[in-house]
Nanobody
Framework: QVQLVESGGGLVQAGGSLRLSCAAS????????MGWFRQAPGKEREFVAG????????NYKDSVRGRFTISRDDAKNTVYLQMNSLKPEDTAVYYC????????????WGQGTQVTVSS
């Protein structure tokens, strides 16, 4: 099993910034096999950011590209999501996810952290 613990959510005004962290423990999983998703009220969970299988590039949801940055600390098995220029439509519960295989589907999920952006 993989345990994922997120932190860093909160309430921020539009235009502000937040940094989310996610630490993995338990079964060994590469930090490049981790990513971020979010779910807004009444909507389905959606992909936000992740790494390519090689770990050399990053992938983003179109609406956050240029504002959000995913990064990782391999030594700490931790991934981060730096969120700048936040908009009210970014309000959601943000989830960290992990997969055992970098080519597989995400199968482990954190408990989620609430991000609320006020206008």
């Amino acid at each position: 099993q993989v345990q994922l613990v997120e932190s860093g959510g909160g309430l921020v005004q539009a235009g502000g910034s937040l940094r989310l962290s996610c630490a993995a423990s338990g079964r060994t999983v590469s930090s490049r096999a981790m990513g971020w998703f979010r779910q807004a009220p009444g909507k389905e969970r959606e992909f936000v950011a992740g790494f390519s299988p090689s770990g050399g590039t990053t992938n983003y949801k179109d609406s956050v590209r240029g504002r959000f940055t995913i990064s990782r600390d391999d030594a700490k098995n931790t991934v981060y999501l730096q969120m700048n220029s936040l908009k009210p439509e970014d309000t959601a519960v943000y989830y960290c996810a992990a997969r055992v295989s970098i080519f597989g589907t995400y199968e482990y999920w954190g408990q989620g952290t609430q991000v609320t952006v006020s206008s």
